[in-house]
């Protein structure tokens, strides 16, 4: 495709397209992502698109924006200038990085490192773009999306639709699960690769890049954008992960949102992982496991508030033959759990603490995640990954795998999600499998299941074992005692 501007029927520049550039300028998607290697042509696609909506849509209004203002200013607003025609400007405000065109249409460049909320819901764009996305949080692309509201008509009178636009080099960040994850079709991806561009670059810049490291080109020459991009950092082997992908099923019932995988059976038991959230950003999840096969039989995940998630809990355990529930207790679980005592739910795992004053193991209700039990729940996961125990139902726990990485982050304590993604559907898998054991039988595929109490260690690291401190174990106890 060959782009030119005339004015006056007097030719003033020209360009020819790559395919993905065309594409991505032609594109009616409501939000498009064009992601790519350097050098492959994506902000001179950018400022021909600005100007392409501009001239289409009189009285249109539109934000370009980069995280600091000072990186827009020398890169795309530098270039909208020297691509423009002057002739097309109207009014060009230095101050307010405001340019309006001679039909009345206006684009302003901004800085979104210190942009309130409450200054950007205020606008009512006809488009927007973002420059080096990646470095953009999730929440500001939504708030932005929930300005493109402007009513936009060409000069025959037909409507137009107000679009949001993201260029970004590869990283794993909101902007993979967005664009690629969500197959949302209201999403669309295009990939750049520097070689779509080469023709328009020094070759001796095309040179330099294609004589770096194979690992660094995949990134930067050839823009590739998938989970192995996270390879050096990934907690789950890949291995793990594509053996995983062939017991994806889809559910067989739905349960009051709660999706089902496997009926109940009688005479096996369960297990509940349960991840609580405040409701807000992160998702409330709860994953049901067969103790007897390892397979996920439910999962249900919303954003609920913590007291609410208790019914759901409640409800699923009992028809899951009163399923023992593994209930993480840190921050808002404490609210679940609460909860769960006044719906006089009682098979809740209990774990084993060492208490320093009174030189004794006590036994208390729920899973607490800290620095030195989060890598025993992981690692006994990937032990029953590993033997081919564990057999995943749901699509999205895997695509969470996929994106869980070593991180030195201290509230991820070694391990989580990358930025910009979710572990809630993992944490609450990995919750139900915890204190599994799976044993091949000799001369079969089978397994044979049991569970085992929780083992602490104090701190001079002597084994404690709950037999040793309470006698006799056959001796009842209710589940509300400390």
């Known amino acids: 495709m060959k782009i030119k501007f005339e004015v006056q029927g007097e030719a003033q520049q020209e360009w020819i397209m790559n395919p993905n550039q065309e594409r991505f300028i032609k594109s009616i998607s409501r939000y498009i992502g064009y992601v790519g290697g350097r050098g492959c042509g994506k902000s001179l696609a950018l400022v021909l698109k600005i100007i392409h909506l501009l001239l289409k849509y009189p009285g249109n209004y539109g934000l370009i924006g980069r995280f600091n203002y000072n990186d827009l200013r020398d890169t795309t607003e530098a270039d909208f200038y020297d691509v423009c025609p002057k002739q097309y400007i109207l009014e060009r405000n230095k101050q307010e990085h405001r340019v309006t065109f001679i039909n009345r249409s206006q684009v302003i460049f901004r800085g979104l490192k210190d942009i309130k909320k409450t200054e950007v819901r205020s606008l009512n764009l006809g488009f927007f773009g973002l420059e080096q996305a990646e470095e953009i ?15 936009l008509k060409d000069f025959e009178g037909k409507m137009g639709l107000a679009q949001g636009f993201v260029l970004a080099n590869p990283a794993l960040t909101w902007l993979f699960k967005k664009f690629k994850q969500s197959k949302d079709p209201a999403y669309e991806f295009i990939a750049g690769s520097m070689l779509d561009n080469k023709d328009n670059l020094p070759k001796a810049f095309v040179d330099d890049m294609m004589s770096k490291p194979d690992s660094w080109k995949r990134i930067f020459v050839y823009g590739e954008f998938d989970e192995n991009l996270l390879a050096g950092r990934a907690v789950f082997p890949v291995e793990y992960i594509r053996s995983q992908a062939l017991n994806i099923k889809e559910p067989i019932l739905n349960l009051d949102d709660i999706q089902v995988f496997k009926d109940v059976q009688e005479g096996h038991n369960y297990r509940l992982g349960v991840d609580s959230s405040e409701g ?8 049901g496991v067969d103790e007897q096969t390892g397979e996920e039989v439910c ?14 809990v409640d409800k699923i355990g009992r028809y899951f033959n009163g399923a023992k529930v593994v209930l993480e207790i840190n921050g808002s679980g404490l609210a679940t759990l609460s909860k769960l005592k006044d719906l006089s739910y009682e098979n809740i795992w209990m774990r084993e603490e060492f208490d320093k004053i009174a030189k004794v193991i006590t036994k208390k209700l729920g899973w607490r995640t800290t620095h030195a039990s989060k890598p025993l729940l992981i690692s006994h996961y990937l032990e029953l990954l590993n033997k081919g125990f564990v057999k995943l139902r749901d699509e999205q726990t895997l695509q969470e795998m996929k994106t869980y990485v070593y991180s030195d982050e201290a509230r991820k304590r070694g391990m989580g999600a990358e930025r910009g993604f979710f572990d809630d559907r993992i944490t609450a898998t990995m919750l139900a499998y915890w204190d599994l054991l799976a044993e091949p039988r000799v001369g079969d595929n089978e397994f044979v299941v049991s569970t085992q109490e929780i083992k602490t260690y104090s701190e001079d690291r002597d084994r404690l074992f709950l037999k040793d401190i309470l006698g006799d174990e056959n001796k009842p106890q209710h589940w509300l005692e400390d």
């Open 137 to 151: 949080e999730e929440s500001l692309f939504d708030e932005l999306s929930a300005c493109l509201r402007r009513k």
């Open 280 to 287: 807000a950003y992160d998702f409330a999840v709860i994953k």
């Open 299 to 312: 999962c249900y995940a919303a954003r609920i508030q913590p007291d609410l998630l208790a019914y759901k």
